[in-house]
């Protein structure tokens, strides 16, 4: 694969756009990448914010260096759209070891109806557990207890260098 190039694209709304022209195998291929940015609140509808930058390279925090707080935008080839989660998730009640936060579109099955959704264009679960440390004892570490807790790789099952994240 070659050196990527820019294209310049304008966006329609509230979205960061960019496209990359980069070669492959002697074809010529096309990425369009738009970044809309969300805030959510549990039980109510997602709100439109403004979007954040597009980063052309990982972005790491000055305290831990070694892991990034966000992604390159702009890679070449990714098999499918993909949303990342960013922030914090807040448990539902006080002093909880572990929740669930979930995103998930539908298109509506007719604009003229409220609330009645229809298919799931993008249904994304992640498992949230309190940090866990090794004591020592028998057996797995149990989860501590957590009102608050980042959204972070480093915190990812089997941390940043397992295969699966």
């Known amino acids: 694969m070659s050196e990527a190039a820019s294209l310049m694209i304008q966006p329609v709304g509230p979205v960061k756009v960019a496209a990359r022209l980069w070669r492959y195998r002697g074809q010529v291929h096309v990425t369009a990448i738009a970044k809309a940015t969300f805030g959510m609140v549990h039980g109510g509808p997602m709100r439109v914010l403004d979007p954040v930058d597009l980063y052309a390279t990982d972005m790491h925090t000055p305290d831990a260096p ?16 993909d949303v990342t989660f960013v922030g914090s998730a807040y448990a539902a009640r006080a002093g909880a070891q572990r929740t669930r936060v979930r995103l998930a579109l539908s298109r509506p099955r007719e604009l003229k109806s409220k609330g009645s959704d229809g ?9 949230i557990v309190g940090s866990r440390t090794l004591t020592g004892a028998w057996g797995e570490p149990q989860p501590a207890l957590f009102t608050k807790v980042p959204i972070t790789y480093d915190r990812a099952l089997g941390g940043p260098n397992h295969p699966l994240n």
């Not at 298919?119 to 498992?127: A, F, Q, R, S, T």
Request: aromatic share 0%.
């Open 119 to 127: 298919p799931l264009l993008l249904d994304k679960v992640l498992e």
């Open 66 to 81: 070694a892991l990034a707080a966000a992604p390159c935008d702009l890679v070449p080839l990714l098999p499918r759209a």
